[in-house]
Each structure stands twice: as structure tokens, then as C-alpha cells.
């Protein structure tokens, strides 16, 4: 399987804290995508980020910032002087166009960000 | 413009009691699939579909069934619940080879 790894299942920092939020993937593919969500406490998938494959330019927008290295397979998420918003829970997805337009989850990071 | 909607956002069902959760998208997108989301899991491919008429199985597809009779809609059917499929579901669309996909609100699910 193509999986996706995000191996920090919970992570709590204080809060202006910066924090790092890990994300690993396996793929066959030339072509795919890169995603992060956050999901609330409310339960929805809140859209944060797109990275294709032939784009390995860093992102930076606000407080969030991404580290896209097809080197390592990786695209780590970061979160700068964080906030008690912050909390929720993270998924990194891979995706690829074509086959039945299919995500690929990681098991999603539990971020808490204490005041 | 509603995007993706989902019905209903909370079920509690017994064991053995069948149900459709139903999953309508306006924006003409030819692809729609079903993640269920379970605890330390992320989301899961159900099944999915890449036009009306057409539907194919994902990593999890047992118990479930689908059918895709018009663009919009997408219903995703539980013949005979069981507690493992106490899940939260959440339907997706989108364009053919488009890299981006829209969710729905999700749906929780409770067997009992």
C-alpha cells in the first residue's frame, strides 16, 4: 500500500509555542498531490493545503508554513507562535488524479495547544 | 451553491437495522467517494464512483453498498448494521483528474 505516516499521534505545546507536525508518504506515482486538513472539534475537514508533486517550493502563509522534500518524502507542517485555535487534530493526505480520484490519509496528529 | 451535503449528521442505529446515508453535490463534479473515519485510522476509501452508473471499492468495502444513478447523488447503503461500523462518514466529489476534492460535513454513526 501507498501509505502516509504521521507518526506523532499527540503532541501538546504551550501556547506562542512554535510547533512541528510530521508527515511521511510512499508512492509509485510521478504525478500527486500533497494535502493537509485540520478537523475541529466540530468534526469537519477544514482545507489548509494543495502541493503538487513538481513543486517543491516551501509555502508559508500566516503562522502556517509547509516543507515539501520529495528527497525525503516528506511534507512537515508548521505552526508558528501558536494559539489555543490551533487545537484539533491534522491529517497529511496524499492523493492521485486518475485513479478514481483516491486519498490517502495519515492516522492524523492530535494537536493542544494549552494556555 | 451547497457544495457537498450530507444526511443526516447523526444516526444511532441497532444492530441488524439497515439505513442509507444519503450524499448530494451541485456542482456537476463526475467523481464522489465515502471515507468512514475511525479512532487512531484516518479515513478510509469505502467505495467510490467516477460517473453515474459506475462505482468500484475502495480499502474498506464490506458491508456497505452504493449506487450511482444520477450525477448528484451518492447513497451509501448499511444492509445489516453492525457495531463496526459505528463510524463517522464523510462523503467527497470531485472534477475527473481535478487535484482538489470538496467533503461533506461528515455523518456520525452509532450501532448499538
Known amino acids: 500500500a501507498q501509505k502516509v505516516t504521521q507518526a506523532q499521534t499527540e503532541i501538546s505545546v504551550v501556547e506562542k509555542e512554535d510547533v512541528t507536525l510530521d508527515c511521511v508518504y510512499e508512492t509509485r506515482d510521478t504525478t500527486y498531490y500533497l494535502f493537509w486538513y485540520k478537523q475541529p472539534p466540530s468534526g469537519e475537514l477544514v482545507f489548509l493545503i494543495r502541493?503538487?508533486?513538481?513543486?517543491?517550493q516551501n509555502e508559508i502563509s500566516g503562522r502556517y508554513s509547509w516543507n515539501f522534500q520529495k528527497s525525503t518524502s516528506s511534507f512537515n507542517f508548521t505552526i508558528t507562535a501558536s494559539q489555543v485555535v490551533d487545537s484539533a487534530v491534522y491529517f497529511c493526505?496524499?492523493?492521485?488524479?486518475?485513479?478514481?480520484?483516491?486519498?490517502?490519509f495519515g492516522t492524523g496528529t492530535s494537536l493542544t495547544v494549552i494556555p | 451553491n451547497a457544495g457537498v451535503t450530507q444526511t443526516p449528521k447523526f444516526q444511532v442505529l441497532k444492530t441488524g437495522q439497515s439505513m442509507t446515508l444519503q450524499c448530494a453535490q451541485d456542482m456537476n463534479h463526475e467523481y464522489m467517494s465515502w471515507y468512514r473515519q475511525d479512532p487512531g485510522m484516518g479515513l478510509r476509501l469505502i467505495h467510490y464512483s467516477v460517473g453515474a452508473g459506475i462505482t468500484d471499492q475502495g480499502e474498506v468495502p464490506n458491508g456497505y453498498n452504493v449506487s450511482r444513478s444520477t450525477t448528484e447523488d451518492f447513497p451509501l447503503r448499511l444492509l445489516s448494521a453492525a457495531p463496526s461500523q459505528t463510524s463517522v462518514y464523510f462523503c467527497?466529489?470531485?472534477?475527473?483528474?481535478?487535484?482538489?476534492?470538496?467533503f461533506g460535513q461528515g455523518t456520525r454513526l452509532t450501532v448499538v
Open positions: 502541493r503538487n508533486s513538481f513543486d517543491e
Open positions: 493526505a496524499r492523493y492521485t488524479p486518475n485513479t478514481g480520484n483516491q486519498f490517502y
Open positions: 467527497a466529489s470531485s472534477y475527473s483528474g481535478a487535484p482538489e476534492a470538496f
